[in-house]
């Protein structure tokens, strides 16, 4: 009990600033629905997810998730397509929240702020860039779970110039590698994988410019495979990446996750949250073009719509070869939460330990589906 109280002390501190910026976007709204969330939460749930013998009752859901009042979720890169925000401001913007009778307030925000705001419960449901976010979040005591993960595959790699000599880490020996931040647990598993010296390699804190590589005695960096190759081709620089994924360490993108005890209140709610989503990835497959407009209307200007657009493309593109075969989008394994957390574990990454079955939980999104076909109120059910 005394480690349960000092968890969430630190998590609540650590959120203390960005749950400021939370309450005040939410206005004097934010206690009327609070109150009515934990109203609803009070009396049994029964009907939380109604399902009739011929399948889901969707009038009395629509009903039930109506009660719940306001739920509050947050992106991961604010107004940029990637995948972990373009899912949910779609599903905004094209009221398939509301056609499953949800009230969901999307803010914009980043990954580390979503998660310290899911743990203390000031956000219900959050989108994560990866699954290493959501795994160092309960190992350091958040009460989160991931329920969604679009692809099994990494977006984190390095990058260095194609007349570099460089072809494999074993050629970073010797050389400097630049991290923003923070070295990824992953792309120092691909060294050690790949059989590098670590002691051999620089490993230093740089900027966002990639051009680095151009200027600077730094031999490569890390990059998202979204984003800055696509940069410096446009200047005219020829690069190579060298992936994780080669050297067989596997982690996953796209990320859900929920609150635990708003999931166990509302475990339908999380499903048509979910449900919700995949319908919004559904479009965006047909409508890129369309999804970019209206991510640069809600950026209201701040927005370079030529590399989000190459950022959509390539994230997109990664997702339906990584899919599960006869499984539907998101659907993700216990061994791939086990690949994230033996990943961060074996390089120090992890406060405690921790497992799969605490990270993640998969039922929630494998409600969604019909086999491959997502369910969805319009095939023939009462609303």
């Known amino acids: 009990m005394g480690t349960m109280k000092r968890n969430h002390r630190i998590w609540a501190s650590m959120a203390l600033s960005v749950m400021m910026v939370v309450l005040a976007a939410c206005g004097s709204t934010g206690s009327t629905n609070a109150t ?10 029964a009907a939380s997810a109604p399902e009739t013998k011929g399948g889901i009752d969707w009038e009395a859901r629509i009903a039930a998730n109506k009660a719940i009042g306001e739920i509050r979720t947050m992106t991961s890169f604010n107004y940029s397509a990637n995948i972990a925000n373009t899912n949910a401001w779609i599903a905004d913007e094209l009221g398939f929240f509301k056609e499953l009778g949800l009230n969901v307030k999307v803010m914009p925000g980043l990954s580390a702020d979503a998660m310290k705001l899911l743990a203390v419960g000031q956000l219900q449901m959050a989108h ?9 979040s309960v190992a350091n005591g958040a009460e989160i779970k991931g329920v969604l993960a679009m692809a099994p595959v990494g977006l984190s790699v390095l990058m260095v110039l194609d007349n570099s000599g460089i072809k494999t880490v074993k050629d970073l020996e010797g050389k400097i590698v630049g991290y923003k931040g923070a070295m990824p647990a992953h792309i120092t598993a691909m060294l050690k994988k790949g059989g590098a010296d670590l ?16 200027t600077t005695e730094v031999a490569a960096i890390t990059v998202f495979k979204s984003n800055e190759p696509y940069q410096m081709e446009k200047l005219g620089f020829k690069t190579r990446i060298l992936d994780p994924q080669e050297y067989g360490v596997n982690t996953s993108f796209g990320i859900v996750g929920a609150n635990n005890d708003f999931a166990a209140k509302h475990p339908a709610a999380v499903e048509d949250y979910l449900r919700a989503i995949i319908k919004a990835h559904e479009w965006i497959l047909k409508n890129p073009e369309e999804t970019i407009k209206i991510l640069e209307k809600r950026a209201g200007g701040n927005f370079n719509k030529e590399i989000e657009t190459n950022r959509l493309k390539v994230e997109t593109g990664l997702i339906d070869p990584a899919k599960q075969q006869g499984k539907g989008l998101g659907i993700f394994t216990k061994e791939q939460w086990q690949s994230e957390i033996d990943i961060l574990s074996e390089n120090g990454v992890l406060v405690k ?3 799969a079955d605490q990270v993640a939980d998969v039922k929630y999104i494998s409600n969604v589906y019909n086999g491959e076909q997502l369910i969805w109120p319009e095939q023939g059910a009462k609303k």
């Open 36 to 45: 009515k969330t934990d109203a609803a939460a009070g009396a049994t749930n």
């Open 128 to 136: 994560a860039g990866s699954a290493s976010e959501v795994v160092q």
């Open 199 to 214: 002691s051999k390699i620089k490993q230093v804190g740089v900027g966002f410019d990639p051009t680095i590589l151009n």
């Open 353 to 355: 330990p921790v497992t």
